[in-house]
Structures are given as structure tokens and as C-alpha cells.
């Protein structure tokens, strides 16, 4: 398989974690040391890959409520063999938003590495 065929995959767990937090190990998608980022009212705002993980844990998943899903990849670029960037958006339950990941090869396997998101609209 290729980088972008690499890429595309990791990508598609992610949307798969997302909607449905069951349905992937969690680890099999984030790196341990990823950092999620966002602003809030201007001020930058950070998790850790661990708190991120207790977060979608924690909550009732969009698959739970019958949320449709929505999702695409909107760019990726590949910065050397072992680092890429994608750009994705996705709905979460009754939110949608707009993340670019950093990914990394990391000992023969595809993990997003930061994860910095924004609310890009809601849905009433």
C-alpha cells in the first residue's frame, strides 16, 4: 500500500472512531504522546491524547443517537516518507468541524500525531 492509500486508511478509522467509538482501538488511530488542539474565544485550548480518549469515551457516541454521518477528507500532502497533513471534516452528532491532522509513520504503523480542530457550523 502506498503513503496515500496509508493516509486515506488512517483516516478512515478516524471517521469510524468518531462516529462510533466502539468500533476501533482507539490506539490504533491516535498516537499516545498526540496533542488535540482548538481555539476557544481566541484562546488556544490543548488535551492530551488520554483525556481525549476519556472525552469520546464518555460521551454518548453519534452511532448511539442514529446521527447521520458526514464526512470527507479535503486535503492531504505528504511532507516525506514517514510525515504526512490531512485536512478532514466531520460531523459529530449536531456539530460539524473541520480538523487537520499531522500523521507520522511511527515503527511501521500510521498515527495521527496532532489532531487541531474548529467548529465549523452547527446543526439544529
Same mark, same amino acid.
Given at each position: 500500500?502506498?503513503?496515500?492509500?496509508?493516509?486515506?486508511?488512517?483516516?478512515?478509522?478516524?471517521?469510524?472512531?468518531?462516529?462510533?467509538?466502539?468500533?476501533?482501538?482507539?490506539?490504533?488511530?491516535?498516537?499516545?504522546?498526540?496533542?488535540?488542539?482548538? #481555539?476557544? %474565544?481566541?484562546? #488556544?485550548?490543548?488535551?492530551? @491524547?488520554?483525556?481525549?480518549?476519556?472525552?469520546?469515551?464518555?460521551?454518548?457516541?453519534?452511532?448511539?443517537?442514529?446521527?447521520?454521518?458526514?464526512?470527507?477528507? #479535503?486535503?492531504?500532502?505528504?511532507?516525506?516518507?514517514?510525515?504526512? @497533513?490531512?485536512?478532514?471534516?466531520?460531523?459529530?452528532?449536531?456539530?460539524?468541524?473541520? %480538523?487537520?491532522?499531522?500523521?507520522?509513520?511511527?515503527?511501521?504503523?500510521? #498515527?495521527?500525531?496532532?489532531?487541531?480542530?474548529?467548529?465549523?457550523?452547527?446543526?439544529?
Amino acid at each position: 500500500m502506498d503513503q496515500t492509500s496509508k493516509v486515506v486508511s488512517l483516516v478512515g478509522d478516524y471517521f469510524s472512531l468518531a462516529y462510533d467509538p466502539s468500533s476501533r482501538k482507539f490506539e490504533e488511530v491516535f498516537h499516545p504522546h498526540c496533542q488535540i488542539q482548538w #481555539l476557544r %474565544d481566541g484562546a #488556544l485550548e490543548s488535551m492530551t @491524547a488520554q483525556a481525549y480518549r476519556t472525552l469520546i469515551h464518555g460521551r454518548a457516541s453519534p452511532a448511539s443517537s442514529g446521527a447521520p454521518r458526514d464526512e470527507g477528507i #479535503l486535503d492531504i500532502r505528504h511532507i516525506s516518507p514517514h510525515l504526512s @497533513a490531512a485536512t478532514v471534516r466531520v460531523r459529530i452528532g449536531n456539530n460539524s468541524f473541520v %480538523d487537520h491532522f499531522v500523521v507520522h509513520e511511527v515503527e511501521g504503523k500510521w #498515527l495521527i500525531t496532532n489532531k487541531s480542530s474548529f467548529l465549523a457550523g452547527s446543526f439544529a
